[in-house]
């Protein structure tokens, strides 16, 4: 199989590297506007052809029917070289956040519809971890009881993307090539995690904020002006119409306390994890009779694979038509208009609703 990449920052590396554990050959190409990043990436992969321009790069061969174009560029840089990636005659799987708009999420999803090629993203890179298997067997087996109220909250104090973390890309910071802050880059896979464990056919978005707390480590003389906190009521809703609140906050720079904490409360008990940290225990907690007990969930055997390899390995498969959890089309847009709603609800104030596409699910 051959996969081209596009921009040959941080995340491209970690492609790279996931390829090596699919049990199928992967061939890469890569390309950049910058000819010192391609240089870098030269430096660790020799051996991996490299383009200064992304046309140049799809234009080298013809297209094979597995082709994968991976589009790893900042996301003010996700729509072109989709665009041009589909009417090459190939696959995309797109970094997350799929665009900068939802305007843009649509012309993806007509392109690949019309090259009859798969549009996938990345924002599945937390699916199928052991202790989101397990959340999802407990909440299966009924113990809980009726599901009435979840809390959804990660807040990291201090871990800005382009401050604290990789402050060599301060794109992160600045809303005409981010999209957006904390939300544009934690939201993808929120969503798809939520998704992923209740499964609704829609989510009510109310009473929502982004903030962007100061700090004294704020940078000078760059544009820093997307949110680093956000948090809204969530009201999700299943094909029974029944619904789960959920309280939903994301923070990568908070003036509160840092914490990380899924809980989901039912009639009959209650369970609680981390939700990206597969490490961390999934803790029921039951009235057995004496009393409430906590117990540790048995979890789920951990795959041979890592967040980073996930995208690859789930969209290789789709390709290939194995089974797999990757995010696609319709549902990947689904997504997307998620978190651009989050943005509208903190911005007027009100409830916006948005409907997720199941065939894809
Ligand atoms: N860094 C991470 O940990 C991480 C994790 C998951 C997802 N992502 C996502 O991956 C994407 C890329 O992030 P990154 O951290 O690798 O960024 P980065 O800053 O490390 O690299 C981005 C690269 O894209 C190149 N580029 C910009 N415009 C281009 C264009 N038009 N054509 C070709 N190349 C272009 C830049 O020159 C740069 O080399 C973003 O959407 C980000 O949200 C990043």
Redesign the pocket.
């Given at each position: 199989m051959r996969v081209y990449l596009?921009?040959?920052?941080?995340?491209?590396r970690?492609h790279v590297e996931a390829a090596a554990k699919l049990d199928v050959d992967v061939e890469f190409r890569v390309?950049?506007?910058?000819r010192a990043?391609l240089d870098d990436f030269a430096a660790v992969y020799p051996s991996i052809p490299t383009f200064d321009?992304?046309d140049e790069m799809l234009a080298s061969e013809p297209a094979a029917d597995d082709d994968i174009v991976i589009v790893?560029?900042?996301?003010?840089?996700?729509l072109?070289?989709t665009l041009a990636a589909f009417a090459s005659g190939r696959h995309v799987l797109c970094?997350?956040?799929l665009a900068m708009n939802v305007a843009q999420a649509e012309r993806m999803l007509e392109a690949a519809n019309k090259a009859g090629k798969l549009l996938g993203c990345?924002s599945v890179?937390f699916r199928g971890l052991p202790h989101t298997e397990t959340v999802k067997r407990v909440i299966e087996s009924g113990v809980l009881g009726e599901l009435y109220h979840a809390s959804f909250v990660n807040k990291w104090f201090r871990s800005r993307?382009g401050i604290e973390?990789?402050p060599?890309?301060r794109?992160?910071l600045d809303s005409s090539r981010?999209g957006g802050g904390v939300l544009?880059?934690w939201g993808p896979y929120d969503i798809a995690t939520i998704t992923d464990l209740f499964d609704p056919v829609s989510i009510d978005i109310s009473g929502a904020f982004v903030a962007r707390p100061r700090t004294t480590a704020d940078p000078d003389g760059v544009v820093f002006d997307v949110e680093t906190a956000a948090g809204a009521s969530l009201s999700l809703i299943d094909g029974d119409g029944r619904r789960l609140a959920v309280d939903f906050q994301r923070a990568s720079g908070t003036q509160g306390e840092e914490m990380f904490r899924a809980e989901l409360e039912g009639t009959d008990a209650s369970l609680r994890w981390k939700a990206f940290d597969s490490q961390a225990p999934v803790i029921l907690r039951i009235d057995r009779g004496d009393g409430v007990v906590e117990e540790i969930v048995d979890p789920e055997p951990r795959e041979p694979y890592s967040v980073f390899d996930y995208p690859l390995f789930h969209f290789t498969n789709a390709v290939r038509g194995l089974a797999n959890r990757a995010n696609l089309g319709e549902r990947a847009v689904d997504h997307f208009r998620w978190i651009r709603a989050f943005y509208d609800a903190a911005a007027d104030g009100g409830t916006h609703r948005v409907s997720f596409a199941r065939a894809s699910a």
């Open positions: 596009v921009g040959a920052g941080v995340i491209s970690t390309a950049d506007v910058s990043m321009g992304v790893a560029t900042p996301p003010f840089a996700h072109e070289p970094e997350k956040p990345c890179r993307s973390y990789q060599q890309s794109w992160f981010s544009m880059d």
